[in-house]
């Protein structure tokens, strides 16, 4: 079985940092595509950032050049490395697996949660003012 465990996330001030951790078992990342996924209360969850080794990296606007997505695929593990944190960002964040695919045609679809086979359990992730 594919069992994803996000670590990580935390209470953080607006404007600080936090980085996130994906470790994952009975899969190999360097085969899959690998993304963060989250969920703020009373809104849909969302994809943020995607990484695979084919194809590279995706994210969504709201997130770019403040997150950044990288990978060791020799520990099976993806990382989440949030900057400039706004309260915006608080939610539940989840990492996902599920097969690669090219960013610049399918990465909306991958973002609305199309794509994807499998999902880890949540880390809070809660932002202040």
């Known amino acids: 079985d594919v069992q994803l465990q996000a670590s990580g996330g935390g209470l953080v001030q607006a404007g600080g940092s936090l980085r996130l951790s994906c470790v994952g078992s009975?899969?190999?990342?360097?085969?899959?595509?690998i993304g963060w996924f989250r969920q703020a209360p009373g809104k849909e969850r969302e994809g943020i950032a995607c990484?695979?080794?084919?194809?590279?990296?995706y994210y969504v606007d709201s997130v770019k050049g403040r997150f950044t997505i990288s990978s060791d695929n020799a520990k099976n593990t993806v990382y989440l490395q949030m900057d400039s944190l706004e309260p915006e960002d608080t939610a539940v964040y989840y990492c996902?697996?599920?097969?690669?695919?090219?960013?610049?045609?399918?990465?909306?679809?991958?973002?609305?949660?199309?794509?994807?086979?499998?999902w880890g359990q949540g880390t809070q992730v809660t932002v202040s003012s």
């Open positions: 996902s697996s599920g097969p690669q695919f090219r960013p610049d045609i399918y990465g909306m679809i991958w973002s609305q949660g199309g794509l994807t086979d499998n």
């Open positions: 009975g899969i190999s990342f360097d085969d899959y595509a």
């Open positions: 990484i695979s080794s084919s194809d590279g990296t």
